[in-house]
């Protein structure tokens, strides 16, 4: 292979995995604002509850997403 070629060549992975990479960290920021918004819209709701239900809709949308994904990783290993 001329060493032009070689060169583009290079230049065109490096580019690759660059944006490869970037899309990889983009899609986990984005999971994790998209689950803290869906989150933060669950407890705006809970002022709509009646009293006695109030702290329990607090309760259940206020998970971490860190919590959420280790609930959610463990419920994917068990399943068959």
Known sequence: MPQTLRTNWMKNVTKT?????VCVLVAGCSSKAVYDNVQRNNR??????PPPQYDECIQ?????????????S??????P
């Open 44 to 49: 705006q709701e809970c002022v709509s509850v």
């Open 74 to 79: 463990e419920v994917l290993k068990s399943e």
């Open 60 to 72: 259940r949308s206020s998970k971490s997403y860190e919590e959420y994904e280790r609930d959610r």
């Open 17 to 21: 995995l660059y944006l490869l990479l």
